[in-house]
């Protein structure tokens, strides 16, 4: 079974830095295209940061020059570097990735979540 999961969440003061991993597990051969999304309370759901399979990215404009995302394919895993957190950064953080899997199907999956929370 393919899953996508989150770690490195918590609790951090305005200023401060958190790193974000989200490791594929499973007989899976590669990961395509991912994702960083958020959710903060009372508000939808938005793309915070993407990769491509050739490392190209992409970032929200509320976290360019704070936020920077990237993968270590040799280990599956995709990352969102934080800096600057600000208490709007609050929100539960989803992975979502492409994953090619053993037999080259091709499937997307989301991460559980991990709660970021920023303090003033």
């Known amino acids: 079974q393919v899953q996508l999961v989150e770690s490195g969440g918590g609790l951090v003061q305005a200023g401060g830095s958190l790193r974000l991993s989200c490791a594929a597990s499973?007989?899976?051969?590669?990961?395509?295209?991912a994702a960083w999304y958020r959710r903060a309370p009372g508000k939808e759901r938005e793309l915070v940061a993407s990769i491509t399979s050739g490392a190209n990215t992409n970032y929200a404009d509320s976290v360019k020059g704070r936020f920077s995302i990237s993968r270590d394919n040799a280990k599956n895993t995709v990352y969102l570097q934080m800096n600057s957190l600000k208490p709007e950064d609050t929100a539960v953080y989803y992975c979502?990735?492409?994953?090619?899997?053993?037999?080259?199907?091709?499937?997307?999956?989301w991460g559980q979540g991990t709660q970021v929370t920023v303090s003033s």
């Open positions: 499973g007989r899976i051969f590669r990961i395509n295209d």
């Open positions: 979502n990735a492409e994953i090619v899997r053993i037999n080259m199907v091709i499937t997307t999956h």
